[in-house]
């Protein structure tokens, strides 16, 4: 059975860091696609940043380039997702997602089968 657990959410004021990890268990990282996701209070999930199956190509949403970074640590099974330069605007919901159907795009939430429960990310002004 797959199993995302997200962890490293918290409270951090405007131009904090914080560093989020996703550790799967019943699955492997190597050779998918993993993504994380987010969705603020009373807004659609939107696509934040992916890592392709060979780890070498990355992809992040205009809004979070250059303050995001994803990457992988597959002797682990983990990802992670470093957050730094936080704005208010980030606070939302945070979800690991892997497992990618044929075809999929890495910022279409629809695409992804197996999906963490989520850590919270609160950025007060």
């Known amino acids: 059975q797959v199993q995302l657990v997200e962890s490293g959410g918290g409270s951090v004021p405007h131009g904090g860091s914080l560093k989020l990890s996703c550790a799967a268990s019943?699955?492997?990282?190597?050779?998918?696609?993993v993504a994380w996701f987010r969705q603020p209070p009373g807004k659609e999930r939107e696509g934040v940043a992916a890592?392709?199956?060979?780890?070498?190509?990355?992809y992040y949403a205009d809004s979070v380039k250059g303050r995001f970074t994803i990457s992988q640590n597959n002797a682990k099974n983990t990802a992670f997702l470093q957050m730094n330069s936080l704005q208010p605007d980030d606070t939302a919901m945070y979800y690991c997602?892997?497992?990618?159907?044929?075809?999929?795009?890495?910022?279409?939430?629809?695409?992804?089968?197996?999906w963490g429960q989520g850590t919270q990310v609160t950025v007060s002004p």
């Open positions: 890592i392709s199956p060979t780890g070498k190509t990355t």
């Open positions: 997602a892997s497992n990618l159907r044929g075809g999929g795009v890495w910022f279409e939430s629809t695409d992804f089968r197996s």
């Open positions: 019943g699955y492997t990282f190597i050779g998918r696609t």
